[in-house]
Antibody, heavy 123, light 106 residues
Framework: QVQLRESGPGLVKPSETLSLTCSVSGYSINSGYYWAWIRQPPGKGLEWIGTIYHSGNTYYNPSLKSRVTISVDTSKSQFSLKLSSVTAADTAEFFC????????????????WGQGILVTVSS | DIQMTQSPSSVSASVGDRVTITCRASQGIARWLGWYQQKPGKAPKLLIYAASRLVSGVPSRFSGSGSGTDFTLTISSLQPEDFATYYCQHGNNFLFTFGPGTKVDI
C-alpha cells in the first residue's frame, strides 16, 4: 500500500517561494508511474498543480506553469513542489498523490493521497 | 481547456435515500471520468474510475455511469458515513480537471 506524507513550512511570506516535499513509502518511487501535487483553498474545490514521472518528466497546470517546479529524488523516495511569487490566493491545503492509469500507460486518476498540509501565505 | 461542472452544488438527504449527482464535461471525454469522496479535514478518496468501475473496497451502493459529456454518480441507499462532498475529475493527455463538488448533507 502506497503511503504519502507532505512536509514543509506552514507559513510563507508573500512574494516568496513555497517549498513542499512528499515522502513516499510502501512503494518504490522508481517502480514507475506518476506522482502529483493538488491543492485546495480553504472551503473551495480541488486544483491539479502538476505531475512528475519517476524519470523526471513533468507536466504542469497551464494556469500555474510559470510559477511551478516539481522535482523528484528517487534516492530519498521523495518528490517536491516549488511555487514561486506566492500571494494570499495561494493559501491552500496541499496534497501529494499517486497518479494511476488502471491499465493504461498514462495516468488519469489519483488513487493514493497524502493527508495534506495547510500552507498560509501571510506577512 | 476542458471544464467540468456538477449539479446540484448541494443536496440534503436522509439515510436510506437514493442520491444522484451529475457531472458534465465541456467537451467529449469518452469515459475518462473519476469520482471522489471527501470528508472534512481529510484527503479525497477515489471511488470510481473510467466512469463506472468501482475501486476495490468501495461499497457496491456506489455506482457510476455515462460517457462523452454526461456522467452520474448514484448512491443507492445513503448511509451515515456517506455524508461528504463528492467531486468528479477528468484526466487525459496529462491535464487534470476537477468539478466544483457536490455536498451531500442531512
Amino acid at each position: 500500500q502506497v503511503q504519502l506524507r507532505e512536509s514543509g513550512p506552514g507559513l510563507v511570506k508573500p512574494s516568496e517561494t513555497l517549498s513542499l516535499t512528499c515522502s513516499v513509502s510502501g512503494y518504490s518511487i522508481n517502480s514507475g508511474y506518476y506522482w502529483a501535487w493538488i491543492r485546495q483553498p480553504p472551503g473551495k474545490g480541488l486544483e491539479w498543480i502538476g505531475t512528475i514521472y519517476h524519470s523526471g518528466n513533468t507536466y504542469y497546470n497551464p494556469s500555474l506553469k510559470s510559477r511551478v517546479t516539481i522535482s523528484v529524488d528517487t534516492s530519498k523516495s521523495q518528490f517536491s513542489l516549488k511555487l514561486s511569487s506566492v500571494t494570499a490566493a495561494d493559501t491552500a491545503e496541499f496534497f501529494c498523490a499517486h497518479a494511476e492509469g488502471f491499465g493504461d500507460l498514462f495516468p488519469h486518476y489519483f488513487d493514493f493521497w497524502g493527508q495534506g498540509i495547510l500552507v498560509t501565505v501571510s506577512s | 481547456d476542458i471544464q467540468m461542472t456538477q449539479s446540484p452544488s448541494s443536496v440534503s438527504a436522509s439515510v436510506g435515500d437514493r442520491v444522484t449527482i451529475t457531472c458534465r464535461a465541456s467537451q467529449g471525454i469518452a469515459r475518462w471520468l473519476g469520482w471522489y469522496q471527501q470528508k472534512p479535514g481529510k484527503a479525497p478518496k477515489l471511488l470510481i474510475y473510467a466512469a463506472s468501475r468501482l475501486v476495490s473496497g468501495v461499497p457496491s451502493r456506489f455506482s457510476g455511469s455515462g460517457s462523452g459529456t454526461d456522467f452520474t454518480l448514484t448512491i443507492s441507499s445513503l448511509q451515515p458515513e456517506d455524508f461528504a462532498t463528492y467531486y468528479c475529475q477528468h484526466g487525459n493527455n496529462f491535464l487534470f480537471t476537477f468539478g466544483p463538488g457536490t455536498k451531500v448533507d442531512i
